[in-house]
């Protein structure tokens, strides 16, 4: 079955630059999503079609493509950014989706 | 605004089943896909199938072919996800999720469902 691989974990200070990767055979025919998911509660859509950001997300939240790799960057990490981060997309076909293992991103 | 409220926690035994809704309003309940996706504790997301509210038509992750049935009722905007022969691994929060390109935007506030004898 098809697979999403994500980092375990990413580390960042306050104001740094945190890029989380996600990796697929099918991400250059398929857009990614990416999720950020804070202890307790339901996930939050911060990026769709690989690069799009939904309203109300912060401009710091971006994401890019480049062939089987997506990449979520968040550019001056803030401590309200602690969180899990999960990117999905669909297999080859675009019948089924499936999700990354999930990124802990931790800021020191 | 759109919203999906979900049904309350649920307790099951081995072997039962167990049916979760999920309650749209703020848009067109048939305009777009429905999401089920599952989360066990301290686990990642897990996609168990989708939904087109509007035709009815279904599309189930492999692990749960055979298990799992997700329906709807538009009359009152709430679409439903049954999960047959439980056990104690399909211990988990069990979201829905409005699905307009066949990814989600919005979520449900989850419904925990536990197994156990």
């Known amino acids: 079955s098809y697979e999403l691989t994500q980092p375990p974990s990413v580390s960042v200070s306050p104001g740094q630059t945190a890029r989380i990767t996600c990796s697929g055979d099918?991400?250059?025919?398929?857009?990614a999503y990416w999720y950020q998911q804070k202890p307790g509660q339901a996930p939050v859509l911060v990026i769709y079609?690989?690069?799009e950001r939904p309203s109300g997300i912060p401009e710091r939240f971006s994401g890019s493509s480049s062939g089987t790799t997506v990449t979520l960057t968040i550019s001056g990490v803030q401590a309200e950014d602690e969180a899990d981060y999960y990117c999905?997309?669909?297999?080859?076909?675009?019948?089924?989706?499936?999700f990354g293992g999930g990124t802990k991103l931790t800021v020191l | 605004q759109v919203q999906l409220v979900q049904s309350g926690a649920e307790v099951k035994k081995p072997g039962a089943s167990v049916k979760v809704s999920c309650k749209a309003s703020?848009?067109?309940?048939?305009?777009?896909?429905i999401n089920w996706v599952r989360q066990a504790t301290g686990q990642g997301l897990e996609w168990m199938g989708w939904?087109?509210?509007?035709?009815?038509?279904?599309g189930y992750a492999q692990k749960f072919q055979g298990r799992v049935t997700m329906t709807r009722n538009t009359s009152i905007s709430t679409a439903y996800m049954e999960l047959s022969s439980l056990r104690s691994e399909d211990t988990a929060v069990y979201y829905c999720?409005?699905?307009?390109?066949?990814?989600?935007?919005?979520w449900g506030q989850g419904t925990l469902v536990t197994v156990s004898s």
């Open positions: 999720a409005r699905a307009p390109l066949g990814s989600p935007d919005y």
């Open positions: 703020g848009y067109t309940f048939t305009s777009y896909d």
């Open positions: 939904m087109n509210p509007n035709s009815g038509n279904t």
């Open positions: 099918a991400l250059p025919k398929q857009y």
């Open positions: 079609k690989d690069s």
């Open positions: 999905q997309s669909a297999d080859s076909s675009g019948t089924h989706q499936v």
